[in-house]
């Protein structure tokens, strides 16, 4: 199943590919958006819009491209469920999964949204289908933010048992990226290394980083040092930490810079995947399999506490990556060894 780019909205084509796993009662609808952070770059078009017809919550804003590709595909997706449904009636006692990577978990998202809305004003022949089948989950990956509040699971007794993940891993942008985030992160990266003062704790920091203790440091070493703090603003703190827990000494010293505000909000439970590894030097092209060495934890966050980061390691925003970390996650749950 294919939908065209529309210009006019500011988004690329979706694929949406539906797999029936019999074997484990399961429909998958999974929604292919972007691949990488330089396409997602064209899913702009953050003008909060008006879910009117879609969603329960009039009042409450989505992402123009976002919703608009959602209407397109609510025709499609419901032929394709009574379609499954019709060759095997035995499917209506399965589950259904919508998933989706990058731009594709954020049309899951709203799909997801509208199938468990209950006003009559959010009627749809796909809508109509939820009670078909015994569960209906959302599990995406790497899903940018999509409306003004945060999309989640209604709080009905028919839908405990549902579940609505969004797995993100810490360094993804594109968790955070709107307008004014992207024309951050970009501006971070143009910047040049912070500078450091001449003090006795600077030349500390200076020592450690170039792995000669000198105060005249000559052309290597300063080389050397700009160089790693250029890597470290990848993963910057923000000027507004939610850490109000801990004391201001508890915090790692580096560099600083303010997040601009967000207007929009991540979908679902929000869950990050984190290096097993706290004390591992951050490295731009560090190899997936190194990384992986470090084990992985995952950490249920708020949409709130996203919004204090500014991450901007293109490569953990690869969906291989979020597999192989989920699968290292899995298997140490198998073994009683998760997090």
């Not at 539906?18 to 702009?44: C, E, K, P, Q």
């Not at 799909?111 to 009627?123: K, Q, V, W």
């Not at 959302?138 to 609505?164: N, Y």
């Not at 990266?189 to 001449?198: D, M, Y």
Request: proline letters at 7%.
């Amino acid at each position: 199943m294919h939908v065209n780019a529309d210009w006019k909205t500011g988004t690329k084509a979706m694929c949406i590919k539906s797999v029936s796993m019999d074997h484990m009662d399961t429909i998958v609808f999974a929604v292919r958006g972007t691949a990488t952070f330089m396409d997602w770059a064209v899913n702009l078009n953050t003008e909060p819009t008006s879910p009117a017809g879609f969603l329960d919550d009039d009042g409450n804003l989505c992402h123009a491209g976002f919703l608009a590709v959602a209407r397109r595909m609510i025709g499609p997706v419901a032929s394709r469920l009574r379609q499954l449904l019709e060759e095997n009636p035995r499917r209506a006692s399965y589950s259904l999964l919508i998933t989706g990577h990058s731009a594709g978990g954020a049309i899951a998202s709203l799909l997801y949204a509208h199938m468990l809305a209950t006003s009559p004003a959010a009627s749809s022949e796909l809508n109509a289908l939820t009670g078909r089948f015994r569960r209906v989950h959302c599990i995406t990956f790497g899903t940018p933010p999509v409306s003004l509040l945060p999309l989640q699971k209604p709080d009905r007794p028919e839908f405990k048992k549902f579940m609505f993940l969004s797995f993100v891993n810490e360094g993804d942008p594109v968790a955070r990226a709107d307008k004014a985030y992207v024309k951050s992160l970009l501006e971070l990266l143009a910047a040049p290394a912070p500078a450091v003062e001449p003090s006795r704790k600077s030349n500390k920091q200076c020592s450690s980083a170039s792995g000669a203790p000198s105060k005249n440091h000559g052309p290597r070493e300063k080389s050397k040092f700009s160089l790693a703090a250029k890597e470290s603003k990848t993963s910057v703190k923000s000027s507004r930490s939610h850490s109000s827990t801990k004391s201001s000494k508890s915090r790692p010293a580096g560099p600083v810079w303010k997040v601009p505000p967000s207007p929009l909000s991540n979908a679902g439970r929000i869950v990050v995947l984190r290096s097993g590894n706290p004390d591992a030097k951050v490295k731009r092209a560090k190899p997936l399999r190194e990384r992986l060495s470090e084990g992985v934890v995952a950490q249920v966050v708020t949409d709130e506490q996203l919004r204090d980061v500014i991450w901007g390691d293109p490569v953990c925003h690869v969906m291989r990556f979020y597999a192989a970390r989920l699968e290292v996650l899995a298997i140490g749950a198998v073994t009683a060894q998760g997090h």
